[in-house]
């Protein structure tokens, strides 16, 4: 038997994801975004209104970061979204975190987190079913501590998943399969 539950965000676990800029006066602006997605190989989209300070800067300097947040800044994620920068200016500065330049894009990338994707801005959507930010991205950087060899290691980056029904944050870290290949046995 099947319940009911509330409609929400029925797709989950959400990726957090923190969405970074650069403010006008060259400051750090982030924020923490749930809904958010790759819509193609090399394109993000991330479901923002444009009233987050986020969207008016990405629009005023053409890009910005995607990176993947982790169970070690849980913490600081957390802040992130709860915390408006069109209310606190200089929000970025209270986690105690770090960045350095994005090496293709005009936007800053958050040191201490494992995964940056590095995006162009394309287009703002707004119509009927929602709005957002539609980026290309066009490099994507990793932190040595998670690379095994040429390749990140997903157990090492220890990303965390929103859950929307308890307002949870869980860890990603345990590898269950084979992408493309478990299911083939059904087929034999």
């Not at 986020?54 to 970061?65: E, L, P």
């Not at 293709?104 to 590095?118: H, S």
């Not at 990793?142 to 965390?160: H, Q, S, W, Y």
Request: charged share 25%; aromatic share 8%.
């Amino acid at each position: 038997m099947r319940k009911k539950l509330k409609l929400t965000e029925g797709i989950f676990p959400m990726p957090v994801l923190m969405v970074t800029t650069y403010n006008e006066d060259g400051s750090v602006n982030v924020m923490n975004a749930a809904w958010g997605t790759m819509q193609s190989r090399n394109t993000v989209a991330l479901q923002l209104t444009e009233s987050h300070k986020t969207v008016k800067n990405i629009r005023a300097r053409g890009s910005f970061t995607v990176s993947i947040a982790d169970a070690d800044h849980v913490v600081e994620a957390d802040y992130f979204g709860v915390v408006s920068g069109n209310k606190v200016v200089h929000k970025f500065e209270k986690s105690g975190l770090t960045t350095s330049k994005a090496e293709m894009v005009d936007a800053p990338v958050i040191n201490e987190f494992p995964i940056c994707l590095e995006c162009e801005f394309i287009e703002y959507q707004k119509n009927e079913y929602g709005c957002g930010v539609i980026g290309k991205v066009v490099n994507i950087t990793a932190d040595e501590r998670i690379m095994v060899g040429d390749k990140p290691d997903m157990t090492l980056v220890n990303a965390i998943a929103f859950d929307p029904y308890t307002h949870g944050y869980y860890k990603v870290t345990e590898r269950v399969g084979e992408a493309f290949k478990d299911g083939l046995k059904l087929d034999q």
